[in-house]
């Protein structure tokens, strides 16, 4: 990741304008001063912290953004202008990355809720280099790809590829694909697709399939509409086997060793160590009527919250790192930072397997200073605990 080392920063003067980059403010504790940047597209922050011979200033991991030559020309415009002494550093700008913004990636969920209305959808859940997804793609131009992805170059490179190709019916987004699923409209997919996931011998929690994944798979699957697993895991391909049989009305296709029309990297390395590949096919999967007809939650209010002087100044009073942990939810309020616009509240909230990271600007009111998380129960009744500790409902 991108940062360097300086022996002295200069006074820091903002707002602060260059080069399509601008430096809004900052905002502190004792130990960690963040600087909110904004680019054409995106907003995040950069993080300062004191080492042993000065400072070391890189990407708040939990806002980076999805572009690097985006972190790597704010931290270099920052460098020129508010830092002496430059000692280390692991600043490298190339042109490599997809060049303004691109409608193949969705930065928002609203965004990707707009572009699927309407119409038919495969999703594939860790596209990784994309070759399936890109297949798939070309193979049914009618179709929608939805593709999800926690890595950021993975998904700036496979919209690269799709770009190079002239394919318009692809949608990616970076996302636990766990929470993604549980805000899709009941019924509006047709396949899903995981292929070669992380089989999490050890720590079979950390699986994307798991009971709860399932039951998502059920609701958002339209009639007829399938899941397809593609793993070298026995282990896994058994264990997802299980899962599905709690279905009762659900049909099953197996295989094993099976040539696929496309060949992922991993899949040719298995085939190379003569490894097995395992192939599961699951429909006719059925939840309760009224789990289907679920659609979205509702809204964050935060819009509504009003903080009063008293309220605030006793929450930073008060204010501690601290988890609470509901039936099905938790919330971990993480840290806190002062800034003249107000006070900066992180966190780390939802459910407990896909946790969200959020930044929140206290004053008057309350605001997500990025995207605002998904809206699913867990972050939903995270969000209604935090505003009881705001409000001293909780001390």
């Known amino acids: 990741m991108p940062n360097f080392k300086a022996k002295k920063l200069k006074a820091l003067t903002f707002p602060f304008h260059k080069d399509g980059v601008r430096f809004l403010y900052k905002a502190e504790n004792e130990k960690v001063m963040l600087i909110l940047t904004q680019c054409p597209d995106e907003s995040f922050f950069l993080q300062i912290k004191r080492d042993e011979n000065g400072w070391l200033i890189k990407a708040d991991k939990h806002s980076r953004p999805s572009k690097m030559d985006y972190l790597q020309g704010a931290l270099q415009l920052f460098m020129e202008n508010f830092c002496e002494g430059v000692y280390f550093s692991a600043l490298a700008l190339k042109n490599k990355a997809l060049a303004g913004p691109t409608s193949l990636i969705a930065r928002d969920f609203q965004t990707l809720l707009k572009r699927v209305e309407g119409r038919k959808i495969f999703i594939e859940i860790g596209f990784g280099s994309g070759r399936h997804l890109l297949f798939q793609a070309r193979e049914n131009p009618e179709i929608l790809m939805l593709g999800i992805e926690i890595y950021t170059p993975a998904l700036t490179q496979v919209a690269k590829l799709a770009r190079a190709q002239n394919l318009e019916n692809i949608i990616l987004i970076q996302s636990d694909a766990r929470l993604l699923l549980s805000v899709l409209e009941a019924n509006s997919v047709a396949k899903i697709f995981l292929h070669f996931p992380v089989p999490w011998e050890d720590k079979p929690h950390r699986r994307v ?106 929450f930073c009073e008060k204010f501690r790192n601290q988890s609470f942990k509901g039936e099905d939810y938790f919330l971990h309020l993480e840290s806190l930072y002062k800034s003249e616009r107000g006070v900066v509240l992180k966190l780390a909230f939802g459910s407990f397997n896909s946790p969200e990271h959020s930044y929140l600007l206290l004053n008057e009111g309350v605001s997500f200073i990025f995207k605002p998380p998904f809206k699913t129960r867990e972050n939903l009744r995270a969000l209604a605990k935090l505003k009881e500790i705001l409000t001293g409902v909780i001390s």
């Not at 040539?259 to 899949?267: Q, V």
């Not at 939840?287 to 935060?302: A, P």
């Open 209 to 314: 399939v798991s009971g709860a994944f399932c039951k998502e798979c059920a609701r958002v699957l339209e009639a007829g509409g399938s899941f397809e697993l593609r793993t070298d895991s026995l282990e896994y391909f058994d264990f997802s086997l299980r899962e599905f049989l709690k279905f009762e009305q659900a049909c099953f296709g197996l295989k094993k060793n099976q040539n696929s029309s496309i060949a992922s990297k991993y899949e040719e390395r298995w085939r190379r160590q003569e490894r097995d590949i395992y192939d599961l096919s699951v429909w006719n999967l059925s939840v309760e009527e009224e789990r289907k007809k679920e659609g979205l939650l509702g809204e964050f209010d935060l819009e509504k919250w009003h903080l009063s002087e008293e309220e605030l100044g006793k």
